[in-house]
């Protein structure tokens, strides 16, 4: 989404047009979900990714037609016939895709090209749930333009049934794709030394939105964490830094006092998920001392607490403990287990929050993301 926005930005300073593709609906064993967009360029480049491959190259083509007449058109691909006679593509993804093609065009329709560009912006800052739509079909085009995008209240039918809906709308009859948009994970890295670099670059490489808090400027320096916040405190204020319901939290400050300061806020705060980096014992002694002092945390909150922070994936160095601690947030957060894969059974791209079940056999039952 970043790349796309950072895309449509350009394209509005130089006066490009461009053409924005949305996955509307899906069935069967699909790359992506409902609401996956890329943007393909006048000069053919794409940027997002709406599958693995499969249907880039034909999709261009399709918005080369959307960019000569600036009409949204829609598109459907199905490769549920294992011959992949139509396509012979060989892709055998099992599935079928339907998708928006949209004109973004800033100089002939300046209106909807902000329109757009606000709508990603918000999607990106957002701290907030809400819903948004966008017309698919109208029957009075002039009052509701394919690719025009509402904003329906909370009491709206459409607010409350994600994915395509038909409706009457203000008088008109349109056909709408409905998204759920929620926050982005927001990640806070409590201490800056060399270890939380690697842990930042994840993170913001997955686009999460990324704090380091520290008291040390030096370590604060711009060069160190370009894009990520970076929030200078003194030592005794790190617990006056407010966490936002759902965030996630690694502690890493490497100072046992600043620690044992930070897990009792974080337990407190409404954070989702607190890690902790160094051994369990180090962890055991700070909760220890914390009852001791009287402060008490029910298992809910304890459930929150991971220490020692990461998956057990053999990690030594700086960046392979990254990797360790972004996944380990990851399957928190996506209320999955960390299991291998083909180990799990069940969709890959769950619409509930449901953990995967084991297969007895240990073997995944798909191959390509269902």
């Known amino acids: 989404m970043l790349n796309i926005l950072s895309a449509l930005q350009e394209c509005r300073k130089e006066g490009n047009k461009a053409a924005l593709a949305t996955v509307l609906s899906v069935d069967g064993s699909t790359y992506q979900r409902e609401g996956a967009r890329c943007l393909v360029l006048e000069d053919g480049q794409i940027v997002g990714?709406?599958?693995?491959?499969?249907?880039?190259?034909?999709?261009?083509?399709?918005a080369q037609s959307?960019?000569?007449?600036?009409?949204?058109?829609q598109v459907s691909y199905d490769f549920r016939n294992e011959a992949d006679e139509v396509w012979g593509l060989g892709v055998g993804c099992n599935g079928a895709l339907t998708l928006l093609i949209q004109c973004f065009d800033p100089v002939a329709d300046r209106t909807g090209a902000e329109e757009l560009i606000v709508e990603f912006t918000r999607k990106m800052e957002t701290l907030e749930t809400y819903a948004v739509a966008t017309v698919v079909t109208s029957a009075h085009t002039e009052r509701f333009r394919p690719g025009q995008i509402l904003y329906p209240a909370p009491d709206e039918t459409m607010a409350n049934a994600p994915g395509l809906s038909e409706l009457n709308y203000k008088g008109v009859v349109i056909q709408v794709f409905v998204e759920v948009v929620t926050p982005r994970p927001q990640l806070y890295?409590?201490?800056?030394?060399?270890?939380?670099?690697?842990?930042v670059k994840i993170g913001t490489f997955l686009e999460w939105r990324v704090r380091v808090i520290d008291h040390r400027p030096t370590l604060l320096a711009e060069h160190r964490f370009p894009e990520a916040e970076v929030i200078g405190v003194r030592r005794p204020e790190y617990t006056s830094i407010p966490v936002f319901a759902g965030a996630m939290a690694v502690v890493m400050t490497h100072n046992y006092e600043i620690d044992r300061q930070l897990v009792s806020h974080l337990l407190k705060s409404e954070a989702s998920y607190v890690g902790v980096l160094g051994p369990r014992k180090r962890t055991d002694k700070i909760?220890?001392?914390?009852?001791?002092?009287?402060e008490r945390f029910s298992p809910t909150d304890m459930k929150r607490l991971y220490a020692p922070v990461g998956l057990n994936l053999g990690a030594e160095s700086p960046e392979e403990i990254a990797l360790a601690i972004v996944a380990e947030a990851q399957a928190h957060t996506?209320?999955?287990d960390a299991l291998p894969l083909r180990r799990a059974s069940g969709p890959l791209h769950?619409?509930?929050s449901a953990p995967f079940t084991v297969a007895p056999d240990g073997i995944s039952p798909g191959v390509c993301n269902p």
């Open 49 to 62: 990714v709406v599958s693995g491959g499969c249907v880039e190259a034909d999709l261009a083509l399709h």
């Open 66 to 73: 959307v960019l000569e007449t600036g009409e949204a058109k």
């Open 189 to 199: 890295v409590f201490g800056a030394g060399p270890d939380a670099a690697p842990l």
């Open 287 to 294: 909760l220890t001392e914390l009852a001791d002092q009287g």
């Open 334 to 336: 996506s209320q999955r």
């Open 350 to 352: 769950s619409r509930s």
